[in-house]
């Protein structure tokens, strides 16, 4: 696994890599600060993709990548690669700033890079989704949607397709994107316009992300597949969801909440059902709560943030079926069987993190301060 953990002293953090018990820190490319990203930030050879604080002082204040969300950052940030315990910057396209957003089994990494133009409606340098090669110094920008300026990418399968998000800055919808062969394809909504992402795709060709719904007060987690999106719903009552990562089985976890992010909880969706992945933990009695899947492997392995109920206190878990399968393939419960659980409220230092991984998410794209998650 790959992340992000603070420092003693919690004001600056660095990018990590977690392989058998060993938590081995990636370090900076020379600021403060490194982040490994949102998205499928790791590959199968413990190749990490993210983006590291630099010394140089961003000329235009952009605060691009807000290590803390909420907090400002004086710095250029620069996307990079690690590999074989050395840090990498990849290169932009003229600007000051990137993302690397995700990585495949092949080395190629897709993110975000600022170019050189100013954007005629924000005034800001412009940014582009690029893919960078596996050989060093190759970058391809990928176009947005006709009719948009901007766009951001943010996984990559080993078939090399590639997903994101495509807009106008911060103005006008954010749709998301599917490019095959270097051609971005609109992957439709769920009824709403202004606020669509995809956040992850497998090597068959399965996306999942979120969507706005109807009236773009609330969006779900969707699935789409051969020029299909579907609505995966939510769990608990909560009305919003959203689809984080799917492997190459078609499993997808993600997590669901409320409208304040008071209530939020981990989730699994296979076969049609979405389970809360607080019933999956064998032998009950766990103080533990799991509120966000942020990533499964093949194994049917997942990357879980949870907090301790008796002392509140927050940490990152890898979640192991221990059957070999995550939620045995023998599940038959039926959509919302879990909803008498009762709900569990986040402690406030769980619910600023939330906050804070929000803002940050959404500053790293690039579309600006946006309403939501």
């Known amino acids: 696994m790959a992340g992000k953990s603070n420092l003693n002293g919690d004001t600056a953090l660095h990018a990590f890599l977690w392989r058998k018990g060993l938590l081995t820190d990636l370090g900076t490319l020379g600021g403060p600060s490194s982040a490994a990203s949102e998205g499928p930030m790791i590959n199968n050879r413990d190749e990490v993709v993210g983006f590291s604080d630099t010394l140089t002082p961003d000329p235009n204040a952009e605060n691009f990548c807000a290590i803390f969300g909420d907090l400002p950052n004086p710095y250029t940030c620069v996307p990079f690669v690690w590999r074989h315990g050395v840090m990498t910057a990849l290169p932009l396209l003229g600007g000051n700033n990137g993302d690397a957003s995700g990585i495949n089994n092949r080395g190629q990494v897709v993110g975000v890079a600022e170019t050189s133009r100013i954007d005629p409606i924000c005034h800001v340098l412009d940014f582009e989704a690029v893919i960078w090669g596996p050989r060093k110094g190759e970058i391809q920008e990928l176009p947005p949607l006709p009719g948009d300026t901007e766009a951001i990418a943010g996984a990559i ?12 800055c911060s103005q006008g919808p954010i749709e998301a994107v599917l490019w095959q062969d270097g ?61 984080q990562a799917i492997n190459n089985k078609g499993q997808v976890v993600g997590f669901s909440q409320d409208l304040n992010s008071n209530n939020t909880v981990a989730w699994l969706w296979q076969n049609g059902v979405m389970t809360d992945l607080n019933t999956l933990v064998p032998g009950g009695g766990s103080t533990l709560f799991l509120f966000e899947a942020l990533g499964i492997n093949d194994r049917g392995q997942i990357a ?27 599940v038959t419960a039926a959509r919302g069987e879990t909803s008498q659980r009762p709900k569990v409220v986040l402690p406030e230092n769980v619910r600023k993190l939330l906050r804070q991984r929000m803002a940050q998410r959404n500053h790293i794209r690039g579309f600006g301060a946006l309403p939501r998650d």
């Not at 709403?192 to 996306?207: E, K």
């Not at 999942?208 to 939510?234: C, E, K, R």
């Open 183 to 243: 051609t971005p394809i609109d992957l439709g909504n769920l009824g709403g316009a202004v606020f669509n992402i995809a956040f992850d795709i497998n090597n068959r060709g399965q996306v999942v992300g979120q969507s706005d719904l109807a009236g773009d007060i609330t969006h779900h987690a969707f699935l789409w597949q051969n020029g299909l999106m579907t609505d995966l719903g939510t769990i608990l009552g909560l009305p919003v969801s959203l689809a």
């Open 157 to 168: 399968n080993d078939n090399g397709q590639a997903v994101g998000t495509s807009g106008n």
């Open 304 to 330: 879980v943030a949870a907090f301790d109920a008796n002392s509140g206190a927050c940490c990152a878990f890898l979640m192991t079926p221990t059957n070999g399968e995550a939620a045995s393939e023998t």
